[in-house]
């Protein structure tokens, strides 16, 4: 099976302009959730979606924002660009949600750069 | 609320001697523990999974590690460093909610 595949991976933006990532998961795999790496912060989780429903939101403002299709595909936007958003961006699909022990499988991550 | 702290860092090795980063973590339910590992400019994968089956669990690569609940801890161990080992590693627990916390990782460097 093929893994979970993130476009685009790398993306050079300036601030104020609004971003666009593309994620699709595992076949089969109905859950998608989305993560931000920073060196400062680390891996924080941004939100979750399951059948085209946000389940699950983290500590991130309202410019952050993110949608799942009836294919499972999911993408996160982010608005009105900072330069604090640029960090490494992981996406990651599970079967269903499980309550805590289903296992998340990660994508390469888009590398955003904000200028 | 839960939360998981690894205690190193930092760990450097050399190859062919043991490997053990640690990791304690805090939940108030029996949590689902997951170590995962990135090499640079890459995703994370998963090494091994807790979920309150066996208290040890075995991975991938050689990698094993021991729930210990008197403890809190979740530690990481192979018997034998590759040089291929050299990564980051994240001790992560998982919500009931299924949201992943991680651990601020852990660097591995092997020495030849």
């Known amino acids: 099976k093929a893994g979970v595949t993130q476009t685009p991976r790398y993306l050079i933006k300036t601030r104020g302009q609004q971003v666009t990532l593309s994620c699709s998961p595992i076949?089969?795999?109905?859950?998608v959730s989305w993560y931000q790496q920073t060196p400062g912060q680390g891996l924080q989780f941004l939100f979750e979606?399951?059948?085209?429903?946000?389940?699950n939101k983290g500590n991130f403002p309202g410019r952050f924002s993110g949608r799942q299709f009836s294919n499972s595909r999911s993408e996160m936007n982010v608005s009105t660009l900072e330069l604090g958003d640029s960090a490494l961006y992981l996406c990651?699909?599970?079967?269903?949600?499980?309550?805590?022990?289903?296992?998340?499988?990660f994508g390469p991550g888009t590398r955003l750069l904000v200028l | 609320a839960q939360s998981v702290t690894q205690l190193d860092s930092h760990v450097s090795v050399s190859e062919g001697t043991p490997v053990l980063l640690r990791c304690n973590y805090s939940s108030s339910y029996s949590p689902s523990l997951f170590w995962y590992v990135q090499h640079p400019n890459k995703g994370l994968q998963l090494l091994l999974k807790?979920?309150?089956?066996?208290?040890l669990v075995k991975g991938i690569n050689g990698f094993e590690a021991e729930f210990k609940k008197s403890e809190t801890s979740f530690h990481l161990t192979k018997p034998s460093a590759h040089m291929s080992d050299a990564a980051e590693y994240f001790c992560v627990v998982s919500n009931q909610g299924g949201k992943l916390i991680f651990g601020q990782g852990t660097e591995l460097s092997v020495k030849p």
């Open positions: 807790y979920t309150s089956a066996a208290t």
């Open positions: 979606y399951f059948s085209e429903t946000q389940r």
């Open positions: 076949s089969g795999h109905r859950s």
């Open positions: 990651a699909s599970s079967l269903s949600i499980g309550g805590g022990q289903e296992t998340q499988y």
